[in-house]
Structure formats: C-alpha cells, structure tokens
C-alpha cells in the first residue's frame, strides 16, 4: 500500500481511512487492485489504472460505464423479481470529489473506482453446472441490456469483433512477410484460405442485409469475466466491461464458447490433442438461451452456430497474423508463442465443424 496508491484510493473515498490495498485479479491490460476503507456502505473497491494505449479514449469508456449502469438498475428495481436477475448485481462507478468518473494523476494516468462485487470467477469450467450458469449469465447481461439503445455507447474500439478488418490486416502483412515453410505455418496459412469466403463476412454481411440487430455487446466475455455467487455458483455479474460497445451479440456468444468449451485451454503446447467439448457446448447453450428466448429474433437463432464457427477461426486469424507481424499487439513469452495459440483456435474449428450436427441440435434443442 504505497503512499501514492492511497492518494489515489482516497480521490474515490475522501471522507474514510484506507486501510489496505492490494493487487487483484489476473487481467494483463489494466492495473487493478482492491482496496478496502472505513466506508459505511462501501467498505470495498476496485480501482483500476486504465491503459490509454489499448484504450485510448477513456472518457468514452467511462461514459459507456455509466450508461450501463444506469440502464441495469432501473431494470433491476423496475422488475425485481424476474427469474432471471432476481440475485444480479450491477458493478457500480464511484466517482471523485467533483463529480467526475475518473481521476487523471500528477503523471497523466488515468484512473477509475468501481464497486465491489463479492464473487469469484473460474478459468476452466469444470461441471454442467458451471457451463450453465456461464451461459446463463451471458444471457442475462444481453437480456437487460436488449432494450438500451447501442447508439447510446460510444463505440470505444473502432474496429473490435470486425472480422474483415482483420482479414485485411492479415493479408496486408502476408503480402510483405517472408515467410519460411513449415508444417506449423502451412497448417494456418490452410484454414485461413479455406474459411476466408465462407466464414470472414458472415455476420458483418447478415447485419447489413438487416438480418441481425445492432445490439449491446459486451465484447470480452470469456469463461472468468463472468462473476459466480461463492455460496450457490449462481452467475451474478458481467466484469471486465471496457470492451462494450454497440455491435452484434453473436460475437459474444461465439467467443464465451469457445473460451469454455476447450478443456485444454488457449495455451495448451499440445495443440493437436484440442477438443471442443459438446457436453460443456449443451449446458451453456440451454443457460444462455433460458435467459435470451425472450428478445432473440428468428434470424438470431439461424446465426448462432456460423457464430460458434466463426469467433476460433477469427482469433486464430488474430494470432497468426500478430506472429507474422513480430508479436506486435498481443503480449508473448516467446516468438512462437502467438503461432501456437493460433494452432489451438484453428484446431478449435475443425473440431467443432467435425460436430456441426450435435452442435446444431444443441441449439435447436435449447429454444
């Protein structure tokens, strides 16, 4: 707890005594750390030193923060008993003295406090239970957000969850690397080609076509950024919320799932060996969709497994592309280390395009 993370903690809580601070979490974009003061009703914080490199416009992302929060508790007081959210809880801004929603220090970083959600998250799904209950809260985070009107967020990440836009990237860099043969490099360089017309567009060209609604998207909702009550495992929260923007849901659902149904992991060395597992597929999918089928559309439902297909292939193209490019965007241990992790997505793919009829009738099934 030094010195300048106390003046810092107490621009958020200037009437208590901080009496602790300490790292929190395991995210690699933002500093985060919990703090804990004399405070009545919010004895607890998070506060976060924003990375204005990745995010460049925090004011904007502040300023989407409060939107949603605002729009999550006056549907959590309006309809209090719903099923769904009965125990939801929304992370709420704490602002400094002036009003404001951040706090700019005397070196020009960027900071910001939220409240405390007592929880915890899981980094690989383990039961029926859990894949649920992470389908579940995904589906209510779309569910409350599907009456707020997306041109309400500013779009904080021009470009996020675009996929022709990375494709581009991809074959500009392509065009201007060397590149020496080998089995590993072939391999990707193989499920890009093959994908390219059939995957790339697909959602993109479906909203233009007007087949899919802009909507609110979360845009990070991976396995651990999905808050569990420690008591029940009930799904309680949606965390991580910079990346929220206006966009299409189906980029969501396709990465939660891909994120949850590979028991191996995103960093797994034996690449070959990774298995999309149907079982945890079905259980997330009846939780998301329990919670959904109340504002999905028809064509919605049509999307969803070229969406499952779609966020892998997108990720890998990511990776690939950032190891060509020298490891530039996505932080690496070592040189191979963004080949690898594009391995695993593409491995990802084919084995869920090997259970296209299973995965199909898991969604089918679920509405």
């Keep these: 707890m030094t010195p300048q993370l106390q003046t810092i903690a107490r621009q958020f809580q200037p009437q208590s005594e901080i009496t602790d601070i300490c790292a929190w979490g395991s995210g690699n974009i933002n500093h985060t750390f919990r703090v804990c003061c004399t405070d009545e009703y919010c004895d607890r914080f998070i506060l976060q030193r924003l990375n204005t490199q990745v995010f460049p416009n925090p004011g904007g992302i502040m300023q989407n923060l409060q939107v949603l929060c605002r729009h999550l508790q006056g549907k959590l007081q309006s309809e209090p008993m719903s099923q769904h959210w009965a125990h939801w809880q929304v992370p709420e801004v704490l602002c400094v003295a002036d009003g404001g929603n951040h706090h700019i220090d005397a070196t020009g970083d960027c900071w910001r406090a939220i409240a405390f959600i007592d929880g915890h998250t899981v980094d690989v799904i383990k039961t029926a239970q ?18 707020l009107d997306p041109t309400q967020l500013v779009d904080t990440l021009p470009g996020f969850h675009i996929t022709p836009e990375y494709l581009a990237l991809y074959d500009a860099i392509a065009a201007q690397t060397e590149i020496a043969p080998r089995p590993e490099i072939d391999y990707c360089q193989r499920m890009v080609a093959a994908r390219r017309q059939s995957l790339a567009g697909i959602l993109e060209t479906a909203k233009a076509e007007g087949k899919l609604p802009l909507r609110v998207m979360h845009g990070d909702p991976k396995v651990n950024n999905i808050m569990l009550d420690t008591q029940t495992g009930q799904a309680i929260a949606l965390i991580d919320l910079d990346t929220v923007k206006p966009g299409l849901i189906h980029y969501d659902i396709g990465d939660c799932l891909r994120s949850a149904c590979n028991p191996l992991g995103e960093e797994t060395p034996n690449w070959q060996a990774v298995q999309f597992d149907l079982e945890r597929c079905q259980s997330l999918l009846a939780g998301y969709l329990a919670a959904a089928q109340n504002f999905l559309l028809v064509n919605e ?24 490019a020298g490891n530039v965007y996505f932080a690496v241990q070592d040189p191979q280390q963004n080949l690898r992790r594009a391995l695993v997505q593409f491995k990802l793919l084919e ?8 995965i199909q009738a898991c969604i089918a099934a679920s509405h």
């Design 130 to 147: 859990q894949a649920r209950e992470v389908g579940r809260g995904l589906g209510t985070f779309h569910q409350l957000l599907s009456d």
């Design 351 to 358: 084995s869920i395009e090997a259970q296209a009829t299973e």
């Design 301 to 324: 439902y049509d999307f969803l497994y070229p969406a499952i297909c779609l966020l892998p292939w997108e990720l890998g193209l990511r990776f690939f592309t950032d190891y060509l």
